[in-house]
């Protein structure tokens, strides 16, 4: 018969091996399954757009609109800013072809937490798709991109600015730190294909750096790092290190040509 000490001790031993095994579960679960099932999901959702904006528009009928409230820098539960690494100090409207682009009639508003267009980039063989507002439960999480309230929507003047996972939850830009000047990105819409080229990255930043995601693109912690003129930028941004959300990495590019679709 086993005395109270070692019976104490069995006790414990057993209550630490399902604790562990708790903990390992759910390590399994956020660095794993999330990651399998927002992949698929965003993919689903790649797919969809790509079939309805295969289909003709019928005569007279309008793009859906949804509202527009939340002020850049600071969406929802995600991190103000995203991630950065850039230095440099010159602007740029991003080529001539962007210029008859910004004299259209402004674009419907897109529906909140929808996607409406595909990001594309080459050297990542990343395609996932670009919703609007940067929530986390409502666009992050879903393995989506997402794009900050406030800022320009896509060929417009301005920046257009979007935030996305480095780590779990389909991680779309757990490499983006990998891009370097002369990448390029393209971003789909029902109405035209935008190409941008990278130009700039800033490795870390304070996550309330707001800045980054300014219509001219400039860092308030590192001030050296980003634009002064106005022009046609994109802006990605995501936590770093990898596992943290300590700081925000971000990478910069200019318009670079639009295609009608």
Same mark, same amino acid.
């Given at each position: 018969?086993?005395?109270p000490?070692?019976?104490l ?5 057993e ?7 708790v ?7 956020q660095?794993?399954?999330t990651n ?10 790649v ?5 309805e +904006?295969? $289909? ?6 309008e =793009?859906?609109? !949804?509202?527009e409230?939340t002020? %850049?820098? *600071?969406?929802?539960d995600?991190?103000?800013?995203g ?28 529906n +909140?937490? $929808? ?6 980039i =080459?050297?990542? !063989?990343l395609r996932?798709p670009v %919703?609007? *507002?940067v ?11 997402g794009?900050y309230?406030?800022?320009?929507q896509?060929?417009?003047a ?9 780590n779990?939850?389909?991680e779309p830009?757990?490499?983006i730190?990998?891009?370097?000047r ?5 971003v ?6 935008y ?15 707001g ?11 590192v001030?050296s790092?980003?634009?002064r ?5 994109i ?6 290190p ?20």
């Amino acid at each position: 018969m086993r005395s109270p000490g070692v019976r104490l001790l069995w006790t414990g031993a057993e209550a630490a091996v399902t604790l562990g095994l708790v903990l390992l579960l759910l390590v399994v679960h956020q660095l794993w399954w999330t990651n399998r099932e927002a992949k698929a999901g965003a993919e689903r959702q790649v797919r969809s757009l790509e079939r309805e +904006w295969g $289909q003709p528009q019928k005569q007279g009928q309008e =793009p859906s609109s !949804g509202g527009e409230s939340t002020p %850049a820098g *600071g969406a929802d539960d995600d991190p103000a800013v995203g991630d950065t690494e850039g230095t440099g100090d010159t602007g740029g409207t991003g080529g001539t072809r962007a210029e008859p682009q910004s004299r259209t009639a402004a674009a419907p508003r897109p529906n +909140w937490d $929808q996607a409406y267009a595909i990001l594309s980039i =080459p050297r990542l !063989g990343l395609r996932a798709p670009v %919703a609007q *507002g940067v929530s986390k439960p409502n666009v992050l999480n879903h393995g989506y991109v997402g794009h900050y309230p406030g800022t320009a929507q896509p060929g417009r003047a301005g920046n257009f600015a979007l935030a996305g996972h480095r780590n779990t939850h389909g991680e779309p830009f757990r490499y983006i730190n990998r891009l370097r000047r002369g990448d390029t990105l393209t971003v789909e819409t029902k109405s035209a294909t935008y190409t941008y080229v990278v130009d700039r990255t800033l490795g870390q930043t304070a996550p309330s750096d707001g800045g980054v995601i300014d219509p001219v693109p400039r860092s308030r912690v590192v001030p050296s790092a980003g634009y002064r003129e106005p022009g046609y930028y994109i802006t990605l941004t995501t936590c770093t290190p990898e596992y943290t959300s300590k700081y925000r990495l971000v990478v910069w590019g200019k318009l670079s040509s639009m295609r009608p679709r």
